[in-house]
């Protein structure tokens, strides 16, 4: 099997009410013990905002850190999930499951496989 990232890509902005967010969480928590009972999830989590975010770089030797994300963005990664599928159709499943629940763009992207790695140091 296959893993795949499954990004969930969140707008800027107030998080919903309760009586809008209740039930996306619901959905979400649903489709999680689906994945969950089909032997597909493997992990899933949510994250902070970008503000919560550190930057760590190497810049002349030296590893310089900033606050705050990467890249400034209308859209952030909110959270993810990841599963395990044994090809790409199947993991576009969970991904399509998710859009629907959560209303927002998911990103479907699989894992390198150690078959896929290169020998240098700093991989791909």
Request: aromatic share 8%; hydrophobic share 40%.
């Amino acid at each position: 099997m296959n893993k795949y990232l499954l990004s969930i890509y969140t707008p800027e902005g107030p998080v919903p009410p309760p009586e809008v967010l209740g039930p996306i969480m619901k959905g979400v928590a649903d489709v999680i013990q689906e994945a969950k009972d089909a032997g597909a999830w493997v992990f899933n989590g949510g994250l902070h905002a970008p503000s919560t975010a550190t930057v760590l770089r190497r810049k002349d030797g030296e590893v310089l850190m900033t606050d705050g994300p990467f890249i400034e963005g209308k859209e952030y990664l909110g959270g993810f999930t990841i599963v395990q599928a044994a090809d790409l159709d199947g993991a576009l499943e969970w991904g399509r499951k998710l859009a629907q629940v959560i209303g927002l763009p998911i990103e479907v992207r699989p894992f390198v496989d150690d078959s896929e790695r290169f020998d240098e140091p700093t991989g791909r």
